[in-house]
């Protein structure tokens, strides 16, 4: 029998699977960065025209906010941002491992190396731009979030969610889009300048989907929070913790 220690009950089955979520979207939104997504609109949007353009890892990614605002709403601030940041190391575990089964030698009865390189192998100002686009605006989700509970207790989730998420998107949009097309390809030579015109458009284009997929998710988010606080008897996470 031990002295002078706690017992600590093991995480529950809502909180591994909240974690998992979120680690799961962030390496599906690493590998399906290099496809191009075009969504056709029925009427033509100023910088957009008739259609939204954006990575496929915005799909992916957007399930990162939604995990993340039901983890602070359950665990609170400090579990919320440890998850955010131990999960940001995780992004280059993932890119090691890709990188380095790129550089391993393919067996004859493999698919072309080339082709496995293109669509795996994210370059470097996609790296770049991605990285320093989730740590800022996950941290900030997680900050705004708790900074409006301070304000409005249990009540108004669906306001944190949607203005934490609405704010740290466009942080992520602004952040990913200028690093990855413009300033990484200028400063370091790698990938392609776009002009103005086009980098509007692909932050227009990714930040409306994001907007709309934020506001979508609301009632998933209350769903969520609420079946494990009936489930688990679990207490609203106080905002400091």
């Known amino acids: 029998m031990t002295t002078g220690s706690s017992i600590r009950a093991p995480p529950s089955a809502a909180q ?30 100023p910088l957009t025209g008739a259609e939204l353009v954006l990575p496929g890892a915005a799909l992916a990614y957007a399930l ?74 996950q941290n900030w989700d997680v900050v705004v979030f708790h900074r409006i509970r301070e304000y409005t207790g249990r009540e108004k989730l669906w306001l944190r969610n949607i203005a934490s998420t609405a704010s740290s998107q466009a942080i992520d949009t602004v952040i990913f ?31 409306l989907l994001k907007l709309g997929i934020a506001v979508l998710d609301t009632p998933i988010v209350y769903a969520v929070v609420h079946l494990v606080r009936s489930r688990d008897g679990l207490e609203v996470a106080e905002a400091t913790t």
């Open 16 to 45: 591994v699977g909240l974690i998992g979520l979120f680690v799961t979207a962030l390496v599906t939104a690493q590998l399906t960065a290099s496809k191009v997504l075009a969504f056709p609109l029925p009427v033509d949007l």
């Open 64 to 137: 990162t906010f939604l995990a993340s605002d039901c983890y602070a709403e359950l665990y609170g601030r400090r579990a919320a941002q440890i998850v955010v940041n131990v999960a940001f190391v995780m992004n280059f575990v993932v890119l090691a491992l890709v990188w380095s089964t790129i550089a391993a030698p393919a067996d004859a009865t493999s698919i072309d190396p080339g082709m496995f390189a293109d669509v795996l192998g994210a370059s470097t100002n996609i790296v770049l731009g991605s990285l320093l686009a989730y740590l800022v605006s």
């Open 177 to 207: 889009v200028a690093i990855a097309f413009a300033i990484a390809p200028a400063i370091l030579g790698v990938g392609v300048v776009l002009g103005l015109e086009t980098l509007l458009a692909l932050m227009v284009g990714q930040y």
